[in-house]
């Protein structure tokens, strides 16, 4: 395989301590080491990546940094492991991105025991229109599941719905039969969020309401918050007895007031969700459900398709609530 040499990388810098994001050309041997070099294919605007190539959140904090948490793409040479030149490999999370070179690029070097094989069933786009958000959204999915929140227990409610996790949450729950409430900040969002299965839309800011309250009346069996602060404190107040909330972002706020009644008086659970260092083993079972159950038309309509040079104006789009769905990173355009 020919490698472009040099290679097309979005690089971060830190002259003078502010922040740079640039569109390079860098020497093959500039790469870091790894024993597998991947001609990544693509790559995805995930939340992480925004708050790096914005500067909004403390991300990478070495540079030169090649941001991009993920990446699909095909290996290209691999000294070890069960990697072969030519075979399509996925590639999300472990740090990728953060403190080592990711996959806003057309190469990447990592270590082969980051990789997976390319799941049976997606190409290397539809993989990355899944990407971290989707794989997140799969592991809150399986939280619930494992937490007896069944399709015949009650609604489940997904927030900060028309983003990333939120929109594969929508599509996964109503694929399984589960009664989705979308809650989202956009009021032309409501018909996009039904077109992904919502039964119901409500508006974020009837959601988040803040009250010394220690409960509410329990409506929801299960929820997926991508939100946190007061919103992850509302739903807390609103579940029904034995219900899960699965924590996985906090777009709206890091901080959490709340009181422990939910626990003691409803069971309530409270699932935190991490994908980052989440175990092999489930990273596969992930994948293989989402190559089987997600509904691959309705990933194509929700997903936009962008250059490296477009990455640092889609991330401030994207700390500011604009963007809806997944952005798909083609390294090579
Ligand atoms: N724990 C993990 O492993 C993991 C993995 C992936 C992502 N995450 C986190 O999950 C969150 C979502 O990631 P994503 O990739 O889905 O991002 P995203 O596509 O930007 O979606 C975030 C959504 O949150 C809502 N939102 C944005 N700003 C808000 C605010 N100020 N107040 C209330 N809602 C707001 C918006 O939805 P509406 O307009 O529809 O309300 C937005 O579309 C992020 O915090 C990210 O860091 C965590």
Not at 22 to 33: A, D, F, H, I, Q
Request: glycine share 12%; charged share 20%; hydrophobic share 45%.
């Amino acid at each position: 395989m020919a490698l472009p040499d040099p290679f097309q990388a979005l690089v971060l810098e830190n002259p003078n301590g502010t922040i740079r994001t640039t569109v390079k050309k860098l020497p093959v041997g500039s790469l870091p080491e790894g024993d597998v070099l991947v001609s990544v294919a693509y790559s995805s605007l995930n939340y992480k990546d925004a708050l790096a190539v914005t500067n909004r959140g403390k991300i990478v904090r070495r540079f030169p940094m090649v941001p991009g948490i993920d990446f699909s793409g095909v290996v290209a040479e691999s000294t070890s492991g069960p990697f072969k030149p030519g075979d399509p490999v996925v590639l999300t999370g472990w740090g990728v991105g953060e403190e080592h070179w990711g996959g806003f690029a057309q190469l990447a070097r990592v270590k082969s025991e980051w990789l997976l094989p390319l799941p049976q069933g997606l190409t290397l786009k539809w993989a990355m229109q899944i990407g971290t958000a989707g794989l997140t959204a799969m592991f809150c999915v399986m939280a619930l599941e494992e937490h007896g929140v069944r399709p015949d227990k009650g609604e489940i409610i997904v927030t900060g719905a028309t983003g990333g996790v939120g929109c594969v949450a929508v599509m996964l729950l109503a694929k399984l039969g589960y009664r989705v409430v979308a809650s989202t900040g956009k009021a032309d969002g409501h018909e996009f969020l039904k077109s992904l299965g919502a039964h119901e839309v409500i508006d974020r800011n009837k959601l988040a309401v803040r009250s010394d309250k220690p409960l509410e009346r329990g409506r929801w069996a299960g929820a997926v918050d991508s939100v946190g602060g007061e919103t992850l404190a509302a739903l807390l107040r609103q579940m029904e007895r034995e219900g899960c909330v699965t924590a996985v972002g906090l777009a709206g706020g890091a901080e959490l007031h709340a009181t422990v009644y939910p626990f003691i008086l409803r069971a309530v659970s409270l699932v935190g969700i991490s994908s980052v260092y989440m175990a092999t083993e489930r990273r596969r079972t992930a994948w293989t459900r989402l190559a089987g159950e997600l509904p691959m038309d309705t990933l194509d309509r929700l997903t936009q398709t962008a250059r490296l040079s477009d990455v640092p104006a889609l991330g401030e789009q994207m700390i500011d609530g604009k963007l809806r769905g997944r952005v798909v990173i083609d390294v090579n355009a």
